[in-house]
């Protein structure tokens, strides 16, 4: 028998690459072969005996097992699923909705647009489809999938955040009383850096001056949407703005051994990693209430429903300064992190995998809605956000007009793609994959 898994790119490091790789240990244990399937692979830090490409993909009997990771478009990867006669799965990472880009990036608004066509062609194909979060689950009965489904959270290699994390960077920043705001996650429209941006500028005027934002991700590939938030943060007049491009993993380490509060304003996420990563180094989460996120925190951190810059700078300032409300928050967080532990995900992963192989009953039914933070508490700071509120007119992302960042060389090898993705999408990925990992990273 084999069970293998497929996905269009396998890199070390992001949560799908890290999904995969644990599941490719966990099915490892079952008595199968397994392999990875892929169009494009990180080759310097993949182990080699983990991944085939996928024409070299064997036809596979039907009692064998395919499980598909999607996050992205893949019109062959849909091919080969559809050539095979095996019992088939989706494991779904989410798609962000294409009209995020729009304005910023042709190529990520064709990728994903790509991307929920081939989820189309895949919903009569499938036998079933595992989720990373409810709220990805509930993603996939709306785009009319009647199958077994399960949600099966993504794998966190907690152990590597027990490295040392960069001392240069804690020496640039650490000991100076600043209170610290952070946000890890690639710069991105559905991330809404704009909002944190403009609810820093508040706090940090009319709350706390000895404040900083650390906006820790990679616009490799917005670079038209990270132009406009610089340009945005100048003409708000905000400084200690650090914006920390693609750096090293330690680094990454070093933003959250520093940070006294994680802000998350994004929405759009199918799971958002980077909350289990603020609750592994206890940091308080604030989070606005958007698609994936109350699923993953249900109930730890304190979630917001209202983007309004004075209220948001002053939950940040009550969750600073009172003690009792901060360690009670740090505790839940502490739970729900327990959760997600490898045990827990692992032996998820090995009961839903063996239910599948042996073909028993294994569909779950769907969670209750998360819960909220205390309404009283909310409604209590944002009262006081109120009364003291400054009248002040802040200026609007809208204002700031959208000013391509795309190169010459950036128009060329985007319409070369193009062109070539319409020949052959696998041919084109694999050269995109080659020039974002090599030459503009």
Same mark, same amino acid.
């Given at each position: 028998?084999?069970?293998?898994?497929?996905?269009?790119?396998?890199?070390?490091?992001?949560?799908?690459?890290?999904?995969?790789?644990?599941?490719?240990?966990?099915?490892?244990?079952? +008595?199968?072969?397994?392999?990875?399937?892929?169009?494009?692979?990180?080759?310097?830090?993949?182990?080699?005996?983990?991944?085939?490409?996928?024409?070299? =993909?064997?036809?596979?009997?039907?009692?064998?097992?395919?499980?598909?990771?999607?996050?992205?478009?893949?019109?062959? !990867?849909?091919?080969?699923?559809?050539?095979?006669?095996?019992?088939? /799965?989706?494991?779904?990472?989410?798609?962000?909705?294409?009209?995020?880009?729009?304005?910023?990036?042709?190529?990520?608004?064709?990728?994903?647009?790509?991307?929920?066509?081939?989820?189309?062609?895949?919903? @009569?194909?499938? #036998?079933?489809?595992?989720?990373?979060?409810?709220?990805?689950?509930?993603?996939?009965?709306?785009?009319?999938?009647?199958?077994?489904?399960?949600?099966?959270?993504?794998?966190?290699?907690?152990?590597?955040?027990?490295?040392?994390?960069?001392?240069?960077?804690?020496?640039?920043?650490?000991?100076? +009383? /600043?209170?610290?705001?952070?946000?890890?996650?690639?710069?991105? $429209?559905?991330?809404?850096?704009?909002?944190?941006?403009?609810?820093?500028?508040?706090?940090?005027?009319?709350?706390?001056?000895? &404040?900083?934002?650390?906006?820790?991700?990679?616009?490799?590939?917005?670079?038209? /949407?990270?132009?406009?938030?610089?340009? /945005?943060?100048?003409?708000?007049?905000?400084?200690?703005?650090?914006? &920390?491009?693609?750096?090293?993993?330690?680094?990454? =380490?070093?933003?959250?051994?520093?940070?006294?509060?994680?802000?998350? !304003?994004?929405?759009?996420?199918?799971?958002?990693?980077?909350?289990?990563?603020? !609750?592994?180094?206890?940091?308080?989460?604030?989070?606005?209430?958007?698609?994936?996120?109350?699923?993953?925190?249900?109930?730890?951190?304190?979630?917001?429903?209202?983007?309004?810059?004075?209220?948001?700078?002053?939950?940040?300032?009550?969750?600073?300064?009172?003690?009792?409300?901060?360690?009670?928050? =740090?505790?839940?967080?502490?739970?729900?992190?327990?959760?997600?532990?490898?045990?827990?995900?692992?032996? @998820?992963?090995?009961?839903?995998?063996?239910?599948?192989?042996?073909?028993?009953?294994?569909?779950?039914? $769907?969670?209750?809605?998360?819960?909220?933070? &205390?309404?009283?508490?909310?409604?209590?700071?944002?009262?006081?956000? #109120?009364?003291?509120?400054?009248?002040?007119?802040?200026?609007?992302?809208?204002?700031?007009?959208?000013? &391509?960042?795309?190169?010459?060389?950036?128009?060329?090898?985007?319409?070369?793609?193009?062109?070539?993705?319409?020949?052959?999408?696998?041919?084109?990925?694999?050269?995109?994959?080659?020039?974002?990992?090599?030459?503009?990273?």
């Amino acid at each position: 028998m084999r069970i293998v898994q497929l996905v269009p790119f396998l890199t070390y490091g992001d949560a799908v690459g890290n999904d995969v790789l644990a599941l490719h240990h966990i099915l490892q244990e079952f +008595d199968a072969e397994t392999r990875v399937y892929v169009q494009a692979v990180d080759t310097k830090r993949i182990d080699g005996s983990v991944y085939s490409y996928l024409n070299e =993909l064997p036809r596979l009997d039907e009692e064998d097992v395919i499980f598909y990771h999607v996050a992205s478009g893949s019109p062959e !990867m849909v091919q080969a699923l559809k050539k095979q006669r095996c019992r088939r /799965y989706i494991i779904y990472h989410n798609i962000t909705p294409p009209e995020f880009f729009s304005g910023y990036s042709e190529p990520a608004v064709i990728a994903t647009k790509q991307a929920f066509d081939d989820m189309e062609h895949l919903r @009569t194909v499938v #036998s079933g489809c595992l989720a990373d979060s409810e709220f990805n689950r509930n993603d996939l009965s709306k785009m009319g999938y009647d199958v077994p489904m399960a949600v099966l959270p993504i794998v966190v290699p907690f152990e590597d955040y027990a490295a040392e994390p960069s001392a240069e960077v804690l020496a640039r920043y650490a000991g100076d +009383d /600043y209170v610290n705001i952070l946000f890890v996650g690639r710069i991105a $429209p559905n991330k809404k850096q704009e909002d944190i941006i403009k609810s820093f500028y508040y706090y940090k005027k009319y709350v706390n001056p000895k &404040s900083r934002l650390f906006l820790v991700g990679n616009w490799n590939g917005q670079e038209t /949407y990270f132009d406009r938030l610089q340009r /945005y943060a100048a003409a708000l007049g905000v400084e200690d703005i650090v914006f &920390s491009g693609h750096i090293a993993f330690k680094e990454i =380490l070093a933003y959250y051994h520093l940070a006294d509060i994680f802000l998350c !304003m994004s929405e759009h996420e199918g799971f958002c990693v980077p909350l289990l990563e603020a !609750m592994y180094f206890h940091v308080p989460i604030l989070a606005y209430d958007s698609t994936a996120i109350p699923y993953t925190l249900r109930g730890a951190g304190l979630v917001f429903s209202s983007k309004e810059p004075a209220e948001v700078a002053y939950l940040i300032d009550q969750v600073i300064h009172d003690e009792t409300l901060r360690q009670a928050m =740090l505790e839940g967080q502490q739970q729900r992190l327990e959760y997600f532990s490898y045990d827990h995900i692992a032996n @998820t992963a090995r009961s839903l995998v063996s239910a599948i192989v042996e073909g028993k009953e294994w569909s779950a039914a $769907p969670l209750a809605d998360p819960l909220r933070a &205390s309404g009283e508490l909310q409604t209590a700071i944002l009262q006081e956000a #109120s009364r003291t509120q400054s009248k002040e007119e802040l200026l609007s992302f809208a204002q700031i007009p959208v000013r &391509s960042q795309e190169s010459l060389c950036h128009r060329i090898l985007a319409k070369g793609y193009r062109a070539v993705y319409s020949l052959c999408p696998s041919f084109a990925d694999k050269v995109k994959f080659y020039i974002k990992r090599h030459i503009l990273s």
